[in-house]
Nanobody, 125 residues
Framework: QMQLVESGGGSVQAGGSLRLSCVAS????????IGWFRQIPEKEREGVAA????????YYAASVSGRFTISQDKAANTVYLQMNSLQPDDTAVYYC??????????????????WGQGTQVTVSS
């Protein structure tokens, strides 16, 4: 059973940076997309960025484009989310997710089968 483990969350001041990591326990073979989502209480989970494993194909939400960068280390079964110029609106629980089917767009929750437990990111003004 695939497990995704996120790390790297924390508290920073506005303008700061954090790097999140997501390790896939079974590797990325068979996974066609890995995404990062975020969620705040009483709001729907929002797609932030995604990458197609083994390729340079990436996707970003407009709200983070130019500030966040998704990357991968296939040998380490790890996907990263580098977050720069963080703002208080970026405060959320961030989740890593993996897709094995092709139903849905990269930013849609229904596209993904496996989810991590989430890591909290808090940005203070």
């Amino acid at each position: 059973q695939m497990q995704l483990v996120e790390s790297g969350g924390g508290s920073v001041q506005a303008g700061g940076s954090l790097r999140l990591s997501c390790v896939a326990s079974e590797g990325t073979d068979g996974i066609n997309l890995i995404g990062w989502f975020r969620q705040i209480p009483e709001k729907e989970r929002e797609g932030v960025a995604a990458v197609v494993p083994g390729t340079e194909a990436t996707y970003y939400a407009a709200s983070v484009s130019g500030r966040f960068t998704i990357s991968q280390d296939k040998a380490a079964n790890t996907v990263y989310l580098q977050m720069n110029s963080l703002q208080p609106d970026d405060t959320a629980v961030y989740y890593c997710a993996a897709a094995i089917w092709y139903s849905g767009e990269w930013h849609e929750v229904r596209r993904y089968t496996y989810w991590g437990q989430g890591t909290q990111v808090t940005v203070s003004s």
